[in-house]
């Protein structure tokens, strides 16, 4: 209950310094776009404002996420956040294909050449948007690898993927301003594929931990040996092991006396569960086997 408490205020204060940046980075660089007759910046504005509603998703993914089991959910709910996940790498996705598609719209039909020169306030406001939002991304980024957050993580992608969208704006402008106006579409192309990557992991790992996937080989050594020190523990037969959004359930056979009387036998089973449970806080559930040893 510790950790589910400390996962959900911890994505929430994160999500509101989120929200709360990027309102006020998007006022910024409309306002810069305008004044400046920069089409680059207002475009970079209309994609930090993609970024609040992100965040609403984020928020709202996570609340449900968080709701304790109930008669149609008895394993919880903590695969909703997944969800939000992968509608948050299909948001990104989809900003980097529209801003590729802009941009090869442009060079191909030429239209970089009937770009008006941007002022220098939109340089500023590129720079500024950059810094800000890779210390988002860096701030995002830390906190979702704290506690596991697969839709943090992708919230932090989206920091980093407007960002780079700021680097294609600084570099299209500065070009523009230096008598190279396709500079800006050739930027943004690039730009794209950093995000369509970056979506696509986020969306792999979503759907990863949708899936019952294992966890990793060495969290599975340090649960065997974890069981294998508990008196009477003779072996462990079996064991599985599968992720369910940041948590991870755990079905494990150990091998004891055939003997031994049930009531030992239950005994050693309920050490093997209490040790794992007090050992790895991310596990949700336990399911432990005892197999008689002849």
Not at 225 to 249: I, K, P, W
Request: hydrophobic share 50%.
């Amino acid at each position: 209950m510790k950790i589910e408490q400390e996962f959900e205020k911890t994505a929430m204060h994160v999500s509101m310094v989120s929200i709360i940046a990027n309102f006020a980075l998007t006022v910024f660089k409309l306002i810069a776009g305008v004044i400046a007759h920069s089409g680059a910046m207002i475009s970079d504005a209309v994609h930090s404002a993609s970024d609040v509603f992100s965040t609403i998703v984020v928020i709202v993914g996570i609340r449900i996420s968080r709701k304790a089991s109930d008669k149609n959910h008895p394993y919880g709910h903590e695969r909703l956040e997944c969800v939000a996940a992968i509608v948050l790498a299909t948001i990104l996705a989809a900003t980097g294909l529209w801003i590729g598609y802009s941009a090869v719209a442009k060079i191909i039909g030429g239209e970089y050449r009937q770009l008006a020169v941007p002022g220098v306030l939109a340089l500023a406001a590129a720079l500024v948007s950059i810094l800000m939002k890779e210390a988002m991304y860096q701030y995002t980024r830390l906190h979702a690898r704290r506690i596991d957050s697969s839709v943090l993580m992708a919230d932090a992608w989206h920091h980093r993927s407007d960002a780079l969208s700021s680097v294609g704006a600084l570099i299209g402008i500065a070009g523009a301003r230096m008598g190279f106006p396709i500079s800006d579409p050739l930027a943004s192309v690039v730009i794209c594929l950093f995000i369509e990557k970056a979506a696509f992991e986020i969306f792999r790992d979503a759907v990863d931990k949708m899936v019952d996937k294992a966890c990793d080989e060495e969290t599975e050594r340090q649960l065997k040996e974890c069981a294998l020190s508990q008196e009477g523990v003779l072996g462990v037969d079996l064991l599985h092991t599968r992720v369910f959004g940041n948590m991870f359930y755990v079905d494990i056979e150990i091998r004891a006396d055939g003997n031994e009387t049930l009531r030992r036998a239950h005994g050693i089973a309920e050490r093997v569960h209490d040790s794992i449970e007090k050992n790895f806080p991310k596990v949700k559930h336990i399911m432990v086997h005892v197999n008689p040893s002849e």
